[in-house]
């Protein structure tokens, strides 16, 4: 399942379904890429031909972090506060043989020592107008993706599969992401204050009453759910 998540929002734009077997790099293939828009990916999806002529030709910006063993020249470097965990910022260019040709201009590189860990990161994206603080930032977000999945396995029940066949998985995925979806709207177009967590619970409890939704807590305590959803996408490290 490859999902695409906006982050104004946190709401899926785009949602992709494969084989286990299909590699993650191919969904690339299937997404719509919107101009001046940042695309924050992990390294499965690192493909320099894709990321070359689906992102950066269609002038998006991509984020994403370097393979350990990607070849590379430094041709310039900007000052950076070391303060603020950032190491390094350098203008590179791949020296691969296949890289270099798949990916023909400039790269930046950001690398990146997370404080609390210890962790280096190096980061690689096409945007240079940016801070070097902010690329780094930017990867941190693409967490929300990871806490997406949980909040889906964990409240919308797909803790398991009730059939093993292709179309029974698909669909319970499918359902599962629309109920979501239509939680996330009726929330907003409602202006419900409670999390989208309480929200959904109070939804399942008062499910066969005739209620209008947005007088739904003024009959219901919600204040005994534990689960607050804007805490789970908070995250506070990557």
Not at 53 to 74: E, P
Not at 178 to 186: D, G, K, S, V, W
Not at 208 to 235: G, H, Q, R, W
């Amino acid at each position: 399942m490859h999902t695409l998540l906006d982050m104004r929002g946190q709401i899926p734009v785009f949602v992709h379904l494969t084989d286990a077997s299909v590699h993650d790099v191919k969904a690339l293939d299937k997404l719509y890429v919107e101009p001046a828009a940042i695309y924050v990916m992990d390294k499965g999806y690192l493909d320099f031909f894709r990321l070359f002529n689906l992102v950066h030709q269609k002038r998006a910006y991509f984020v994403t972090r370097a393979k350990d063993n990607m070849a590379y020249k430094v041709l310039g470097v900007n000052e950076v506060d070391n303060q603020t965990g950032v190491i390094s910022d350098e203008y590179i260019k791949l020296k691969g043989y296949k890289s270099s040709k798949e990916y023909p201009e400039k790269i930046r590189m950001v690398v990146y020592e997370d404080f609390s860990t210890s962790t280096v990161y190096r980061f690689i994206t096409n945007n240079f107008e940016l801070p070097s603080l902010t690329i780094s930032e930017l990867y941190r977000e693409r967490w929300s993706v990871e806490l997406f999945f949980k909040w889906i396995k964990q409240h919308l029940k797909i803790k398991s599969f009730y059939g093993t066949s292709r179309n029974a998985v698909y669909s319970q995925i499918w359902i599962a992401i629309c109920t979501y979806l239509l939680i996330a709207i009726a929330k907003k177009k409602m202006r419900i204050e409670q999390s989208l967590y309480t929200f959904s619970q109070t939804l399942g409890l008062t499910l066969f009453e005739k209620i209008p939704i947005n007088e739904i807590f003024n009959k219901v305590d919600a204040t005994k759910t534990k689960s607050d959803y804007s805490m789970l996408f908070s995250p506070s490290d990557f």
